[in-house]
Nanobody, 117 residues
């Protein structure tokens, strides 16, 4: 049974930082691409950052230079380091794994990030 568990969300002031964690179990983690998505109220879910099984990273332009995605396969963990947060970053953040044909097969339950101005 595959599980992805996110943690690290919370309330932070604008300009602050948070680090989200995604811990995977039940799959050969090192073999899979992993993505971080977010969904704000009334908005569509968007891909924020991804990291391939080989370590290649991509960030959406709105977070480039502020967010970093890192993985440690030995710990079955992917982190999303978020800095210079603003109100536009307020959303539920989801971790997903196993990208196939542009979609992800496995999803976590999400963690709320709220940025206060």
């Amino acid at each position: 049974q595959v599980q992805l568990v996110e943690s690290g969300g919370g309330l932070v002031q604008a300009g602050g930082s948070l680090r989200l964690s995604c811990v995977a179990s039940g799959l050969t983690f090192s073999s899979y691409d992993v993505g971080w998505f977010r969904q704000a109220p009334g908005k569509e879910r968007e891909l924020v950052a991804s990291i391939s099984s080989g370590g290649t990273t991509q960030l959406t332009i709105s977070v480039a230079g502020r967010f970093t995605i890192v993985r440690d396969n030995a710990k079955n963990t992917v982190w999303l380091q978020m800095g210079s947060l603003n109100s536009e970053d307020t959303a539920v953040y989801y971790c997903a794994a196993d990208r196939q044909s542009g979609t992800y097969r496995y999803w976590g339950q999400g963690t709320q990030v709220t940025v206060s101005s």
